[in-house]
């Protein structure tokens, strides 16, 4: 069984670019969440979805930063009008109903 | 007072050691518990699931005190390759909802 995966691993984008960050869940799983980490900093939560539904968004910012999980295809954390302090390593979990996340290996997004 | 609790450390322990790291958590209807660890620059990966009962795997021993609200791990003969951050993970709700939170980590650096 493939683990999960996102691409891009790593993503540069100058200001005001546009990033886009892409997540396969562990087949058959159907709760993705999305998580920032800064460097030398803890996990922080941004999103949880379910297929085609935003469960708790609460941790994403007001702006800019948005979220989906559609029936086909992978799950995309889109980040509009990049700034430096956009910068982190994203992470996406998946897990079946009700049990651990696992974890893909990240996208670290360096914003110039 | 935040909802998961570590202390960051680090915690400097020598090989051979056994070191024991707590975490605390706020909400008394957390469901289910699980410490994860994380390398430098690397994903969390699931290290085990906390039962009420407590669970042991090899030198790892993990225990849930429901009463005082908190959650232990217990690592026997350290190992240098035990060196990591050590996330602690509360899930609240059931079903169809988990609303998991993770806690800043706390470091190990194990040394020879």
């Known amino acids: 069984n493939a683990g999960v995966m996102q691409n891009p691993r790593h993503l540069v984008r100058r200001r005001g670019q546009e990033a886009r960050l892409r997540c396969s869940p562990v087949k058959g799983h159907s709760h993705v969440y999305w998580y920032r980490q800064l460097p030398e900093e803890g996990l922080k939560f941004m999103v949880y979805l379910q297929k085609e539904n935003i469960i708790d968004e609460s941790g994403m910012p007001k702006e800019r930063f948005s979220a989906e999980f559609p029936k086909e295809g992978p799950s995309i954390l889109r980040i509009q009008q990049v700034v430096r302090g956009d910068s982190a390593a994203y992470f996406c979990?998946?897990?079946?109903?009700?049990?651990?996340?696992?974890f893909g290996p990240g996208t670290r997004l360096t914003v110039l | 007072r935040k909802e998961v609790e570590q202390d960051p450390g680090p915690f400097n322990v020598p090989e051979g050691a056994t070191v024991a790291f707590n975490c605390t958590y706020s909400n008394s209807a957390s469901q289910s518990f699980f410490w994860y660890r994380q390398d430098c620059r690397k994903e969390p990966k699931l290290l085990m699931s906390v039962y009420s009962s407590g669970n042991e795997d090899g030198r790892f021993t993990a225990q849930l005190n429901r009463a005082s609200q908190y959650i232990s791990l217990l690592i026997r003969d350290s190992k240098l390759s035990d060196s990591a951050t050590y996330l602690c993970v509360v899930n609240e709700g059931s079903g169809g909802y988990q609303k998991v939170t993770f806690g800043t980590g706390t470091k190990l650096q194990v040394i020879p």
């Open positions: 979990a998946s897990s079946p109903e009700v049990h651990e996340q696992f």
